[in-house]
């Protein structure tokens, strides 16, 4: 179960919509999460990965198969 507060003008628009189209809120809401998720998932993680401190390997060891688990 998720909750979110979103500014009025956005719900607005949103009750719009769903009142035209004869869908959910909820049914918007989901489909725009899908849409937008795996970008946001790889933004954000690679974000992530740069900013841990971790292993990093150049691309020669990674085209001669060092062993990357070291």
Known sequence: MLAIKLPEEIENRLAELAAKTGRTKTYYVREAILE??????????????????DKRWTLDEVEKGVDLES
Request: proline fraction near 0%; charge should be negative; hydrophobic fraction near 40%.
């Open 36 to 53: 937008h998720l795996d970008e946001l998932e790889e933004k954000y993680l690679a974000i992530d990965r740069l900013e841990k401190a």
